[in-house]
């Protein structure tokens, strides 16, 4: 296992248009369940532990992003 790499900072040139658009992509898809849910179930401990997953959803996805810029640089999406 390799924990620098897990528990280092990842920084990725923000002039990468694409990896910009990919987190902003993930935060948006993320964001609208996020209201979904909350539109359509009761406030409840149920519905906070959703939201809690899904932006634990949200925050793996970005780092798979940041962690792997690489990729973006390549051109494969």
Avoid: S
């Amino acid at each position: 296992m390799n924990l620098e790499y897990i528990f280092g900072y990842h920084a990725h040139p923000a002039d990468i248009p694409q990896v910009k658009l990919t987190h902003e992509l993930i935060n948006r898809q993320m964001r609208g369940a996020a209201e979904m849910v909350v539109d359509h179930t009761p406030v409840c401990e149920e519905q906070d532990v959703a939201i809690r997953k899904l932006q634990e959803a949200m925050f793996w996805a970005n780092a798979a992003v940041a962690r792997n810029h690489e990729h973006y640089i390549e051109g494969i999406d």
